[in-house]
């Protein structure tokens, strides 16, 4: 059975950082990818005629395996695993990580019992990596960026800057448009302050062919992980080098720094130490020459004039740096208004704060073209700071965030306080002060108070009006819900308690929900035959991208309903369960295999580990309550019954023991109320005239208890027949009946219902609205006056016959 994805990246994560007790998640990250790798490619290409990685004999995973336990266990991974695999396939870098740095891992007993149990982590069965990836879907390069992105995250202030947000680079990758570019294996893309290499890959996987990679990096840790992430990913030909970019460029032609078609950056913010070893004033690159020379303690725009003078005279590029590159002034300024003037700035998509690891301040993506900059009349501009979701510590981009943006700026479309193109005199009018706030408002617009409604009552026409978006939709709802009390000024209609229950069954609003419910279903009718085509060897993240792009389009220029909130759904479900399920599909094709899940024996505090426990039985791609709802709904139905029956009888027993609880109660003769105490002291009291009443309380609990007894051996019962036959019903199932159990049953009807809650939150949204306005006007300020003055009469009277005056 192929491993689903979730479950491989949460397993590996959290085997992983429970062993790596105080160790800083930025250096244990080191030796977790590095294992990772080794057990990776020696899965897939170890003894593999011609592979793209050579594992030389003697230093696979198998053979560090036999290391475990040894007391020059770090030593010989050093000497018989990395160097071997790191010689063999020029991967100088990863020589860099020491396995046996006793200031890391421990000395002695320690390294040896680490370095043991984060190896035998990777020795699970279910991580054989031979057979658990679909062609062209990377479920190990895709485990190494989880890891990534959760080590970037526990690695606090400044150690997470190796790694850029997926969601951040999947913006960048799209917004310069490589996919539609006709691009060949010659097309170069380049990163020069690369980290792991993670936004070299996002952009790689947009173009529609292989194409040839390069980056440098600093940290040669760093920079080892990105060559690993490079053949964790499919792309052994990109070329990552080690060093500092601007004080020693790897990638030169001649005295000139090579050009590339495109070139990305996520360079370290307002670098303090740019200027080290770089002669600012003679730059034999020419990087400063034309545009200004940046300030010695802010290196923004020294990466970014480095990234200009590595781009052909046709190339693309896309940098993120701190806001304050759009305003601070000084060479700053001078360089940003050169590079206006240039017309080599294309864009600029401002993002939310704490979205990067290491740092919480906001961030911009400098969009760089140098193709037609002459012609170019503005600049394409969006503010994208409040589209995000919490993720923790940190922010995060949600898949609706990223489609917005990025339908936006291909299409260049202006959205009122979202985007917005800003000609170059307009800029010049502002002295060439790019923020944004100057160009965009998107601050949400003020609820105002009215002063006569507040005076006289009754809610304004402008706040009615407001709501016009509604009553495109149901025109006689609003008549419904107000009625005029003077020019421009209304009453609520119904009763506050009414106005949800009047939107609900208002004609109009049933008909645009009906007509919604007929709208989804017509995509449901044309996806449903679609999804049963789905087949081993599938692709999923294409797949998800031809649904998702359908489903965007099918709602598109819906009213009150948004085209990316609709799409955002399927998109969380996808990453809960579609998408594991559409892995197993690729993997084993349309099987429902069931399989015993069974805990493993906790280690006790001498080594002792217990017994395994066989808790029960499941199926990924069919749970088992589809099973029963589709073939054995009268044994559940009756179930059913059975616990609500049981439910009563426990609240009747729990009513009679309070009520005749406590000291002075019934029960106050009973230790405990048990069915043994109960039985005891009705025998005491069989002879006791004056007792009826505690027999009778007595009898009736022992009655309940008794049919509550009943009822759970009852339920057992019928919950252990329902569980023998749906577990005997999956070998049944033909392949048509799996297709139509997990397509209709289980992702539509899924769907539906989420999709269905966005008409739930339009119908909330206008109830809450029409409530506020009412409840804000139905008291006008003379009203209020006069009622406090007749409060402040009355505590004055009950002062007066206390005996308080003044």
């Known amino acids: 059975m192929a491993i689903k994805k979730s479950e491989l990246y949460s397993s590996l994560w959290s085997s992983c950082d429970e062993l790596r007790g105080g160790m800083d998640a930025s250096q244990y990250k080191d030796y977790v990818l590095a294992l990772l790798f080794v057990k990776y490619v020696s899965d897939k290409y170890a003894g593999k005629p011609f592979p793209p990685i050579k594992v030389p004999a003697g230093s696979t995973f198998e053979d560090m395996v036999a290391l475990k336990g040894k007391s020059d266990i770090g030593d010989q991974i050093n000497k018989k695993i990395l160097a071997p ?52 879907d990377d479920i190990m390069g895709d485990a190494y960026e989880y890891l990534m992105r959760h080590f970037a995250t526990e690695s606090g202030k400044s150690k997470g800057q190796f790694y850029t947000p997926a969601e951040v680079s999947r913006v960048m990758a799209q917004i310069l448009e490589i ?46 992980l990105a060559q690993m992430n490079m053949y964790l990913h499919d792309n052994a030909g990109a070329l990552i080098m080690s060093g500092n970019t601007l004080a020693e460029p790897k990638f030169t032609d001649g005295e000139a720094l090579k050009t590339f078609d495109y070139v990305v950056a996520n360079p370290p913010f307002s670098d303090k130490r740019w200027s080290n070893g770089v002669d600012t004033d003679n730059d034999k690159y020419h990087r400063f020459a034309s545009f200004g020379t940046p300030p010695s303690k802010q290196g923004d725009y020294a990466y970014l004039l480095h990234i200009i003078r590595s781009m052909k005279s046709t190339g693309k590029g896309a940098c993120i740096l701190p806001h304050g590159v759009l305003f601070r002034g000084n060479a700053e300024a001078d360089i ?43 600049i394409f501009m969006i503010d994208a700071s409040s589209g995000f979701m919490k993720d923790g510590p940190k922010n995060r981009l949600r898949a609706q965030d990223i489609h917005k943006i990025v339908d936006a700026f291909t299409n260049q479309i202006e959205i009122a306080g979202f985007s917005k193109i800003v000609s170059y005199e307009q800029i010049e009018k502002n002295e060439y002060n790019l923020n944004l706030p100057r160009y965009i408002d998107s601050q949400k617009q003020e609820d105002k108070q009215d002063i006569e409604g507040h005076l006289r009552g009754g809610i304004p026409k402008s706040d009615i009006d407001g709501l016009q978006n509604y009553w495109d939709i149901c025109p006689n709802l609003k008549a419904t819900l107000f009625k ?43 996806i449903e035959p679609l999804l049963k085509l789905l087949k081993a060897g599938c692709q999923p993240k294409e797949e998800i991208f031809k649904l ?17 909130d609709v799409y955002q759904h399927l998109m969380d479900y996808w990453a809960q369960t579609m ?22 024996g906790k280690t006790d505090k001498n080594g002792k580990v217990g017994k395994d426990k066989d808790i029960g039985w499941t199926c990924d791609l069919i749970p088992k309550p589809l099973i029963v709802t589709r073939f054995f709904a009268d044994e559940q139905n009756k179930l059913n019954e059975l616990n ?51 027999i009778t309380i007595l009898k009736k609990w022992e009655n309940l208890n008794e049919r509550e007894s009943e009822l759970k051996s009852q339920i057992k019962e019928l919950d252990a027949k329902i569980d023998a036959l749906a577990l005997a019903q999956y070998p049944k199932l033909s392949e048509a009946e799996i297709k139509d159990l997990v397509v209709n049953d289980k992702w539509l009807k899924t769907l539906e219902n989420v999709i269905h809650s966005e008409m739930d939150r339009i119908s909330q949204t206008l109830t809450k609205r029409v409530r506020t306005l009412a409840e804000r006007y139905e008291t006008p300020m003379p009203k209020l006056l006069k009622h406090a003055n007749d409060l402040e009469a009355k505590v004055a009277k009950h002062l007066e016959k206390m005996g308080y005056a003044w």
């Not at 695999?85 to 200031?103: H, M, P, Q, V, Y």
């Not at 240039?342 to 704490?354: T, V």
């Not at 998702?548 to 990316?564: F, P, R």
């Not at 009520?659 to 005891?680: P, Q, Y």
Request: proline share 2%; with cysteine; charged share 30%.
């Open 484 to 526: 005029e009390c003077r020019p421009n000024y209304f009453d609520l209609a119904v009763d506050k308690s009414a106005i949800k229950k009047t939107i609900y069954e208002h004609s109009e609003f049933s008909t645009f929900i009906n007509g919604m419910n007929t709208h989804f279903k017509t995509w449901r009718d044309k």
């Open 336 to 378: 940003r208004r050169n590079l206006i003037k240039k017309g080599y700035i294309k864009g600029i998509i401002g993002l939310p704060a704490n979205l990067f690891y290491g740092t919480g301040i906001p961030a911009c993506i400098i969009v760089i073209d140098k193709q037609d900059a002459q012609a170019r009349k503005g």
């Open 85 to 136: 695999i790191a010689n063999e396939n020029k991967l100088t870098g990863i020589k860099e990580i020491d396995f046996n740095s006793e200031t890391k891992l421990g000395s002695g007993k320690e390294m040896v019992e680490r370095l043991t149990n984060l190896i035998s982590i990777f020795q699970k069965p279910e991580l054989d990596f031979s057979k658990n990836r679909a062609d062209g």
């Open 179 to 224: 996919k539609k570019a006709n691009t060949t294996p010659d097309t170069t893309i380049y990163d020069p302050t690369c980290g792991s290499g993670s936004l070299l890959i996002k952009v790689a996987d947009e173009a529609s062919t292989k194409v040839t990679l390069y980056g440098q990096e600093k940290d040669s840790a760093t920079s080892a």
């Open 644 to 694: 609500a029956s049981l439910e009563t009888i426990s609240a009747e027993l729990a009513e009679l023991e309070e009520e005749h609880g406590g000291e002075d109660g019934l029960f106050a003769e009973l230790e405990k109320i048990n069915k043994a105490n109960v039985k005891a002291r009705l025998k005491e009291l069989k002879a006791d005239k004056d007792a009826q009443e505690e």
């Open 579 to 600: 998408q594991d399920d559409y892995y197993l599909i690729s993997s084993d094709g349309w099987k429902a295999e069931t399989y015993r899940v069974i805990v493993k």
């Open 548 to 564: 998702s792009e359908d489903l965007l389009t099918h709602y598109a220029n819906k009213n009150l309903i948004s085209k990316y």
